[in-house]
């Protein structure tokens, strides 16, 4: 079935390093990836999506590309900010099943120092 | 705009008692409605979705029920708690016809402690 693999479940980062949070997916159909964010205490909020093959999407400084080849849909930031602590997850819709079905991953909880 | 709104904000219930959290969305005709769990830090778990009223459809069994009374309205219950009941319960919407490509808007949720 579908599903979603974060392999990191803690990322401990100086503020102004690079960061890359992993994400693989399997699925038969044709993917639609997401990332969402949750900072403590507050709501999921989509942070990206893609369904487009090797096409890098932005947002708020992130980015990620869809690699089909790799299955992958890794999120990035070039210099993490202390406000980017926050849960990560990254989630596939699920073309088989009902509307707004999204496999999440485990997640992935950013920690930025100073 | 859209609102969403959650209550209780928080919730403290002894094993065995009945349970019962609210969700109404403002602003918004129709939309897709979905119950969410996630246990402290954990990944979120889809418990529940309806795309009308009156027809809500369960995606995992974990001795919970969910109505929709009205179109705005998406209810999470139980007669029954147990200790594995405890989370953070989340209520989303999405707009209507979308697809798979529709994003899910969060409510701020209700944390469930159950002891």
């Known amino acids: 079935g579908d599903s979603v693999t974060q392999t990191e479940g803690l990322v401990t980062l100086t503020k102004g390093l690079p960061v890359m949070l992993n994400c693989t997916y399997q699925?038969?159909?044709?993917?639609?990836l997401f990332w969402y964010v949750q900072h403590l205490n507050e709501a999921p909020k989509l942070l990206l999506k893609?369904?487009?093959?090797?096409k890098r999407t932005e947002h708020q400084g992130f980015y990620a590309t869809l690699h089909k080849s790799s299955s992958s849909f890794h999120l990035q930031k070039s210099s993490v900010q202390l406000s980017d602590s926050a849960l990560y997850f990254c989630?596939?819709?699920?073309?088989?099943?009902?509307?707004?079905?999204?496999?999440f991953g485990a997640g992935t909880q950013l920690i930025v120092i100073p | 705009a859209q609102t969403i709104h959650q209550w209780p904000v928080a919730e403290i219930k002894a094993v065995g008692s009945p349970l019962s959290l609210g969700c109404t969305i403002k602003?918004?005709?129709?939309?897709?409605l979905y119950w969410y769990w996630q246990a402290t830090g954990g990944t979120l778990q889809q418990l529940f979705y309806?795309?009308?009223?009156?027809?809500v459809e369960s995606v995992v069994q974990l001795n919970l029920s969910a109505s929709r009374p009205k179109d705005d309205q998406f209810i999470l219950s139980t007669e029954k708690l147990l200790l594995s009941h405890s989370g953070f319960y989340l209520c989303?919407?999405?707009?209507?016809?979308?697809?798979?490509?529709?994003?899910?808007?969060f409510g701020h949720g209700t944390k469930l402690s159950v002891l």
């Open positions: 989630a596939l819709s699920d073309w088989g099943s009902a509307l707004g079905r999204l496999h």
């Open positions: 602003g918004k005709s129709s939309p897709n």
């Open positions: 309806s795309i009308t009223v009156g027809q």
């Open positions: 893609s369904s487009t093959d090797n």
């Open positions: 699925t038969t159909y044709s993917p639609f």
């Open positions: 989303a919407w999405s707009p209507p016809g979308q697809g798979r490509n529709e994003r899910l808007f």
